[in-house]
């Protein structure tokens, strides 16, 4: 199975802070990867699959990128309702598996 | 973009079978992977498996045999068995929607299952 591993596992930042979120693979994905935004007692929303492509919706402040295994969420100037945790997920092989998750803080 | 809801018995003795329906509305059935994802609560997200339009079943190999998934197009609803249950297996779980690239852009709001006597 592939393993995905976050970092950090929590960020506290300030608004207007910009936050990057790491998700390694533990061997080759492509670019099959997608990022999550869950908010306390709800479903995760999807923000970015396909590691950079932006779901219709989202807004632009948030990206993602990929070098390699090692792939980052990024949001430019952080917002109040940015507050949550953030999941990666790996959509290359079966069985289907997620990151640990990274629960972004207020400072 | 369709809405999901999920049903079914918030608590469950431990060794009985979870059994959950997701109910799929305004948007068909046809077509999609309809999956089933768990979060023990605290913890991360756990993908359980797909059962596609045509049938065709997927499940995470941790689960031992235990999962089985079905769909009812009448109904416009798709179902989640898993059998054997522990305190292990108490969670929220999710019904969600894929295409064939595996990412889950709609998603029910989630109901919890307690495992205890």
């Known amino acids: 199975d592939i393993q995905m591993t976050q970092s950090p596992s929590s960020v506290s930042a300030s608004v207007g802070d910009r936050v990057t979120i790491t998700c390694r693979a533990s061997?080759?994905?492509?670019?099959?990867l997608a990022w999550y935004q869950q908010k306390p007692g709800k479903a995760p929303k999807l923000l970015i699959y396909a590691a950079s492509s932006l779901q219709g919706g989202v807004p632009s402040r948030f990206s993602g990128s990929s070098s390699g295994t090692e792939f980052t969420l990024t949001i430019s100037s952080l917002q109040p309702e940015d507050f949550a945790t953030y999941y990666c997920?790996?959509?290359?092989?079966?069985?289907?598996?997620f990151g640990q998750g990274t629960k972004v803080e207020m400072k | 973009q369709v809405h999901l809801q999920e049903s079914g018995p918030g608590l469950v003795k431990p060794s009985e079978t979870l059994s959950l329906t997701c109910s799929v509305s305004?948007?068909?059935?046809?077509?999609?992977?309809w999956t089933w994802i768990r979060q023990p609560p605290g913890k991360g997200l756990e993908w359980i498996g797909y059962i596609h339009s045509s049938g065709t079943t997927n499940y995470n190999p941790s689960l031992k045999g235990r999962v089985t998934m079905s769909l009812d197009m009448s109904k416009n609803q798709f179902s989640l068995k898993l059998s054997s249950v522990t305190a292990a297996d108490t969670a929220v779980f999710y019904c969600?929607?894929?295409?064939?690239?595996?990412?889950?852009?709609?998603w029910g709001q989630g109901t919890l299952v307690t495992v205890s006597s």
């Open positions: 997920q790996q959509a290359n092989s079966f069985p289907l598996g």
């Open positions: 969600a929607r894929a295409d064939d690239t595996m990412y889950f852009d709609d």
């Open positions: 305004d948007g068909s059935i046809s077509t999609y992977y």
């Open positions: 061997q080759g994905i492509s670019n099959w």
